[in-house]
């Protein structure tokens, strides 16, 4: 089992940052790729950003060159720094890890991230 603890979100105006942090604790051996994950109001859940063991990283193209994900393998913890936010980019986001032979998808509870304009 993996629990994944999730910080950082809030109200920001448009133009401005944040830092999510997740931290991975229990069978934290086993967990592989580690992402982020948002879900805005009415619409689907959707890829923002991933990370493999070994540093490859994904971005969906609605962040391409405004967020950050980067991976602490010591601590356990990803971070997703997300600079000139919009408010097409209010949703809650949660943490993403895939874990075990099987690449089981764990999620952390969730943050809201509120973009005003």
């Known amino acids: 089992q993996v629990q994944l603890a999730n910080s950082g979100g809030g109200l920001v105006q448009s133009g401005g940052s944040l830092r999510l942090s997740c931290r991975a604790s229990?069978?934290?051996?086993?967990?592989?790729?580690m992402g982020w994950y948002r879900q805005a109001p009415g619409k689907q859940r959707e890829l923002v950003a991933f990370i493999t063991t070994n540093g490859n990283t994904d971005y969906a193209d609605s962040v391409k060159g405004r967020f950050t994900i980067s991976r602490d393998n010591d601590k356990n913890t990803v971070y997703l720094q997300m600079y000139n936010l919009k408010p097409e980019d209010t949703a809650v986001y949660y943490c993403n890890a895939q874990v075990g032979d099987f690449k089981t998808d764990y999620w952390g509870e969730g943050t809201l991230v509120t973009v005003s304009s």
């Open positions: 229990g069978s934290i051996w086993s967990v592989h790729g």
